[in-house]
């Protein structure tokens, strides 16, 4: 025995080239997984794949678009291959789209960030579920937000979306509970990724996040990536149907305001017009 916790199982992780996706493929390989990286950009997962290769870790990238239904597929068939199987898959590839309230959000865009979000993980769970069942059981991993049960006004189709991963994960849950395989959602707070660059550290946005945030400060990817890594492993093997707040407790009181972000993108009376 090594005492890794993934020994001998196969685990996709999408988005995994940058961020939080990284973090938990580099974590998921260091404790024995045969980890399955994909994204459109094979630049990052290259890098990603460098980092778990020197490490000793095994790795495969498979490229392709989560929102397509022939690439989840072929990426899949890909992580069967390579790992033997399947056992476990950590829906982490997502996005926003553009700051502004409803009655200004673009209709396209809007459905563009729901395709992002909830189409691609109905897509992951719809060819993952088989082989996981086919394993023995198996552990999926969807990644909501604390946007997704907290109100972010502004936020448009993310907050939709990612409130859409978690009844996903829940109905899942209650589908699939006698293949034993287990679906839950990790909701992370503001972790230190790429994605927050365009937020100024010591700006009005994060300020207010922190304010809110009982253990004062934001999230690192490994933060995430260790919940991942628990929801993965035997250690959670009772657990289903759970949303998991990583998130330092700002879920305990709000989330950030972007009233300052808005304010340099729409006109105070189109933000809020005289009318409503």
Known sequence: MTGKSLEGRSVIVTGGGTGIGAACAILSAAEGAKV?????????????AARISEAGGAIHIATGDVTSEDDVARIVAEAVTFGGGLHGFVANAGGGGMLAPFHLQDTENFIRVLHLNVLSTMLCVKHSVKHMAAAGGGSFVGMSSIAGHVTHPFFGA???????????????????GRAKVRFNAIRPGFIETEIMEGLPREGEVVASYISQTPMHGLGQPEDVAMAARFLLSDESRWITGQMISVDGGNFLR?????????ARMHAPEDVLPAQI
């Open 254 to 262: 709000r989330g950030p305001d972007y009233s300052s972000s808005v």
């Open 36 to 48: 399955t990286i994909c994204g459109r950009r094979r630049e990052p997962l290259e890098s990603t």
């Open 158 to 176: 993310y907050t939709v979306g990612k409130a859409g991963i978690e009844e996903m994960m829940r109905n899942a849950a209650d589908e699939y």
